[in-house]
């Protein structure tokens, strides 16, 4: 090392430890370095990418004050806690972030004793800060400092709120950190986005509420003795005037901001005396969603939200890598979200009643290019799901005929509006579900695992899922002319099959579904559901290399389900197998086999594939559906193993198999 290269002092940090003792230029001088190692690592893997350069500073600041693990550091979401990997221990092992058997791409609980909370959903770090402290304070546990960093995109959601009303209520003791960059994954909306944004951008209020208090109590011939008099009720007109923590200091928070949050040292002061309150404070900070990435910086609010998370390969040397020239190479197919988002584009201009909904997704759901084309016919909610579907409801009731676009994960937070509004009621609501089934590196808080059982077993609810991309926007145009009740649409993430798209969409017969294989030696039929339908087509052909004929069937409709069409499979053939990319408890298989069950049994066997119980884990989609045993082969081999061992004998397997009539299957 040269004497003018400066010693890198993020090679000594082992753990939040190594940093207490540090003054501010060295703490400075780490986050610089936390910054550069993440472009740098991210940049070749892939990951989230913005938030993260956003919060080095305030890693740095908060570990430096804090004694982690026994003080307690929640971080939002954890898309932003890099950083907070980086100090914890896990530098060296950044580069396996996201993929199979490397570091999770959120806080885990499993990975680290500095993760005090593994969630990959927003809005939830307040609340759980009020929990650990009450819990503290009620002797349960060693007594410790909490300090919860949310994201003014999550504040979006109103789990917060509740939060913050009830450690306001009950006086709790913990510091709000408001992670200020006016963005989640997209430019945040809403009134409460708009209040922050003129926070942030007038500073000065706070300091000049303070002067005009101090100002009057000093004005001569007795007056300023007056307005002191007035006490509380001059202080709150003040205040009510002033102060742009008006609305936090009213749920009896105290407010401090608006805190630099790429300055150390401010971090540092305003943090400290947070700490020292000993009650509810939030420090409003302000950062810059890819700081020092000049491409996210000078590219402002697009610049931003391009990189939320960088592809791999994506920065080479600190810079964007150059694209690499096609040469020629045939075309991709395109994504399911693209096709979902330009087929809603076409619904809306075919039919003025269709309404596009999303909940600070937009351009995760497609919903962006209905957005551009036709912006009045677009609504995004903030990150706030039930407000989503009771909206939709809303919209319903008055004759529209609304489409809400959330994945399958988030949309688990809006199941009482689905239960009790939606379905309820019979209303025409369309929930379009994107990143049905596992979703690869960003694991199990974002898998779309659930939602095939935790919808089907709701009263007044059709629910449905593509085999390719013409068939999603069959499915599309055909919710959308439902109008019986809610309908419900999931489709995977990524690349759809490729096939052409149709020209004019088709209304489908609800509950109906379709042979797309068959002959008539065939022992075997493979009933799928959704991406189930591929891996039966894959399976057939495998088994037809080894001489063994199979039927294969689209269900097309989970519910209401095909009963005649099961009917048929099961009696014309020894073994029926049911392909979901979903959890086996309650989901499409189960309903097969209750189907059958209730018609009075036969005597065909039922093998069930779909995702086993229990939660998978992240990486590549590949390698989980072969953990998973959701694989064309691995089908192929289940079902020539169970043709041999002769239809007398149970087969379990890992997803389960029984006749109709027997004990359901676990």
């Keep these: 090392m040269s004497e003018d290269t400066p010693e890198r002092l993020l090679d000594k940090v082992e753990g939040p430890a190594d940093l207490h003792g540090l003054n501010d230029l060295q703490l400075a001088q780490i986050a610089q370095e936390v910054r550069e190692h993440i ?8 990951g989230h990418f913005g938030a993260n ?9 908060l570990h430096s004050l804090l004694d982690s693990p026994r003080d307690k550091i929640i971080w939002d979401v954890g898309h932003q806690a890099y950083p907070h990997k980086v100090l914890t221990g896990r530098r060296e092992r950044l580069s396996t972030i996201r993929q199979y058997g490397g570091l999770a791409p959120f806080c885990s609980i499993f990975e680290s004793e500095h993760d005090i909370i593994g969630a990959g959903h927003a809005s939830t770090s307040v609340g759980y800060a009020v929990g650990i402290k009450e819990a503290m304070r009620a002797g349960l546990c060693e007594d410790a400092r909490v300090v919860a960093v949310i994201g003014d995109g999550a504040m979006t959601g109103g789990v917060a709120f509740e939060a913050i009303s009830q450690a306001g209520w009950l006086g709790t003791p913990i510091v709000v950190v408001l992670n200020d960059n006016g963005m989640s994954i997209a430019p945040n909306v809403g009134a409460i986005s708009r209040y922050l944004n003129r926070v942030r951008l007038n500073p000065k209020l706070w300091h000049a509420r303070e002067g005009v208090e101090g100002g009057l109590t000093r004005l001569p011939a007795g007056i300023g003795a007056k307005f002191e008099r007035l006490g509380p009720q001059f202080k709150e007109s003040i205040k009510a005037f002033w102060a742009p923590g008006l609305w936090w200091e009213e749920l009896d928070w105290a407010y401090t901001g608006v805190i630099d949050g790429h300055d150390v040292r401010a971090l540092r002061i305003a943090v400290r005396e947070a700490l020292a309150a000993e009650r509810p404070v939030v420090v409003h900070i302000a950062t810059v969603k890819g700081k020092g990435f000049a491409p996210a910086e000078d590219g402002g609010l697009e610049g931003m939200e391009k990189w939320h998370a960088a592809k791999p390969l994506s920065i080479t040397n600190g810079k964007v890598t ?29 039919d003025e009643r269709v309404i596009g909904i999303t909940a600070a997704m937009n351009t995760g759901t497609g919903l962006n290019i209905l957005q551009q084309a036709m912006p009045d016919r677009y609504f995004d909610v903030g990150i706030a799901e039930q407000q989503a579907i009771l909206f939709a409801c809303g919209l319903a009731l008055q004759g529209a005929r609304p489409v809400a676009a959330i994945y399958s994960t988030f949309l688990q937070r809006a199941y009482d509006e689905i239960v009790h509004d939606a379905c309820l009621q019979k209303l025409p609501v ?3 579900m994107d990143r049905g089934g596992l979703v690869g590196d960003d694991g199990p808080t974002h898998h779309g695992a659930f939602d095939i059982a935790y919808l089907r077993c709701l009263p007044n609810i ?20 439902c109008e019986a009740g809610p309908t419900a649409i999931r489709y995977p993430r990524g690349e759809a099959v490729g096939v052409p798209l149709p020209s004019v969409p088709e209304v489908l017969p609800i509950g109906v579904g379709e042979i797309l294989r068959s002959s008539a030696d065939a022992r075997v039929a493979l009933l799928g559901y959704g991406t189930g339908v591929g891996k039966a087509l894959g399976a057939a052909e495998l088994l037809a290399e080894d001489g063994i004929a199979a039927t294969v069937a689209d269900a097309r409709f989970a519910k209401p389900i095909d009963s ?8 014309e053939h020894e073994l029926l197998v049911t392909i979901e990319e979903g959890v086996l408890a309650g989901g499409f298989g189960s309903a097969v086999w209750e189907t059958l069950n209730e018609a009075g049994g036969a005597s065909t066997r039922i093998i069930r594939v779909g995702l086993p119980d229990r939660y998978i884990t992240h990486g590549a989609p590949a390698l989980l559906h072969e953990e998973v045993g959701y694989t064309a082969e691995r089908i192929a081999a289940r079902v020539a193993a169970a043709l041999a061992d002769g239809a007398s004998r149970f087969d379990p397997g890992e997803h389960g198999g029984s006749r109709p009539g027997a004990a359901a299957p676990s």
């Design 39 to 46: 472009i740098d690592t991210v940049g070749e893997v892939g």
């Design 53 to 61: 350069l956003g919060t080095c500073e305030l890693a740095v600041a």
């Design 322 to 350: 150059p694209p690499v020239p096609s040469n020629g190479a045939p075309k991709a197919p395109p994504q399911y979200t693209q096709v979902f988002g330009e087929a809603l584009l076409a619904e809306c201009r075919r």
């Design 430 to 432: 369309v929930f379009a």
């Design 462 to 481: 059709v629910l449905m899922a593509p085999r390719d991309e013409a068939m999603l926007v069959h499915m599309l145009h055909t919710a959308i002319a």
């Design 564 to 571: 005649g069409l099961v009917a048929q499979l099961a009696a």
